[in-house]
């Protein structure tokens, strides 16, 4: 990969990773609801779990999708059940410390694991490796990988930190609420790419 192709990488990377979608309003409702700190396995674990989600695609696994159709609707009923349960779960959050104070933020794993339900993680993924590998090996794969690596992690880290700059302006039950529904109706319009997604 040379120099220039790294650089058009690092800014598709960016430009994908900074935009809204599933993993961004999960992190500005976790944000808002938990802070930024609480909030940095979910980050670590977009960043990681991509990264190495980019580079399995690399590798060819979007090929068992190709070979098995079956294999990619049941990968969109899962991501449609999943992402409509993690809504339920933004829209019924409420402030720390109230009734329902047992909420959590995603953990690390569950954060890493998501990306493999997540249409926009996928279409990432197939995008830049389809893109900006010109000549396919484990060491583009990787350098792939390792460019959402780097440039994820600020990207998402911005969704973080604007929760966490709102938060003192939810802190009424009424506003939190309508800001979590709000959030959770993003989050459920962002499933329309799910029905194109094609391998």
């Given amino acids: 990969m040379t120099y220039d192709v790294f650089l058009a990488l690092l800014g598709f990377a960016f430009v ?31 960043s990681i779990g991509h990264a190495v989600m980019v580079f399995l695609v690399g590798l060819g696994l979007a090929g068992v999708f190709t070979a098995w159709p079956s294999a990619l609707l049941a990968l969109k009923v ?8 993690l809504a339920w779960k933004i829209a019924r959050s409420g402030a720390p410390g109230e009734g329902r104070a047992k909420a959590q933020p995603m953990t690390f794993l569950q954060a890493a694991a998501f990306q493999w339900v997540n249409p926009k993680a996928w279409a990432m993924a197939l995008g830049a490796v389809a893109a900006y ?32 700059a709102v938060r003192r302006w939810l802190d009424g039950p009424g506003r939190l609420r309508a800001f979590n529904w ?18």
């Fill in 182 to 199: 709000g959030m959770a109706g993003l989050l459920v319009l962002s499933l329309w790419p799910v029905a194109t997604l094609k391998i």
């Fill in 133 to 164: 590998v010109t000549e396919p090996s484990v060491w583009a794969y990787a350098a792939v990988a390792g460019a959402f690596a780097c440039v994820n992690l600020p990207s998402v880290a911005v969704w973080a930190g604007a929760g966490q």
């Fill in 16 to 46: 994908t990773s900074v935009t809204p979608g599933p993993n961004n309003m999960m992190l500005l409702a976790s944000g808002v609801n938990f802070g930024f700190r609480r909030t940095v396995p979910h980050m670590l674990g977009i």
């Fill in 78 to 85: 899962a991501a449609v059940a999943y992402m409509l349960w």
